[in-house]
């Protein structure tokens, strides 16, 4: 619970989520724990592979940006969180929120 705790907090103080090359061993060395030690923690505790508690954060951040009426696209939202293209941000947004960033938007901006 202490590790899940430490990486929580250096996820949400550093955004090593906006990282697009952010690898385990990357994310370990900043909790000071091995990389497959991580890795299995987050399997056992979690229920989750790197891939998804990484991306859960990328979502997180783009809903933020996206509810925000920001000038960028919803492409460069992606980019901006950390996906490296947009077929991957699209995949992971809708496999975490159950719809599509354009479907997101529509929901919380009602009034467009």
Wanted: positive net charge; glycine residues 4%; proline residues 3%.
């Amino acid at each position: 619970q202490r590790v899940i705790a430490r990486l929580q907090m250096v996820m949400e103080t550093k955004a090593l989520f906006r990282n697009s090359s952010l690898k385990v061993d990357d994310l370990a060395r900043e909790i000071s724990i091995p990389g497959h030690q991580l890795s299995r923690i987050l399997n056992d505790s979690l229920q989750k592979n790197f891939t998804l508690f990484v991306n859960e954060y990328r979502v997180n951040a783009a809903c933020k940006m996206l509810s925000q009426q920001t000038n960028f696209t919803i492409e460069a939202v992606g980019e901006e969180v950390g996906f490296n293209s947009k077929s991957t941000f699209f995949a992971a947004f809708k496999k975490i929120k159950g719809l599509t960033p354009n479907a997101y938007i529509r929901e919380t901006t009602p009034d467009l």
